[in-house]
C-alpha cells in the first residue's frame, strides 16, 4: 500500500466522476441539426384559448341599470349605521368600552 497505490485509486475515482459528469451534461444536450430556437416555438402548442377567468384587459359590458338606486343606497345605509348604535348600546349596557365608532 504504497503512494502508488493511493495515485491509481484517485485516478479511478477522477475518471468515474468524469464518466458519470459526461453521462449526465449528455442527457441535457439537444441535437441542434437542422432546428433553430424559432422552429421550437413554431412547433409548441398553443396556449388554450378557453378559461374560466376574463383576460385582464376585458371588461364586462357596463350595467344597464346600477347595482343600487340612491333611495336604496339611503335605506341601507341608515339600517347599518341603526344596526351598529344598538351594537353599541347593547355593549355599553354590559359594561364593555367600545371603540369609537367611525362617522360616515
Known amino acids: 500500500m504504497g503512494i502508488a497505490h493511493i495515485y491509481r485509486q484517485i485516478a479511478g475515482l477522477a475518471a468515474g466522476t468524469a464518466l458519470l459528469l459526461s453521462l449526465a451534461l449528455g442527457g441535457c444536450a439537444t441535437s441542434t441539426a437542422g432546428s433553430s430556437l424559432m422552429d421550437a416555438r ?21 350595467r ?7 333611495d336604496e343606497r339611503s335605506k341601507l345605509q341608515k339600517e347599518l349605521i ?16 367600545p371603540a369609537e365608532p367611525a362617522k360616515p
Open 82 to 97: 341603526a344596526a351598529r348604535d344598538r351594537q353599541s348600546a347593547a355593549a355599553k349596557a354590559q359594561g364593555a368600552t
Open 64 to 70: 344597464e341599470m346600477p347595482a343600487m338606486t340612491p
Open 42 to 62: 413554431a412547433e409548441a402548442p398553443a396556449p388554450p384559448k378557453a378559461s374560466a377567468y376574463l383576460p385582464v384587459e376585458d371588461l364586462p359590458p357596463k
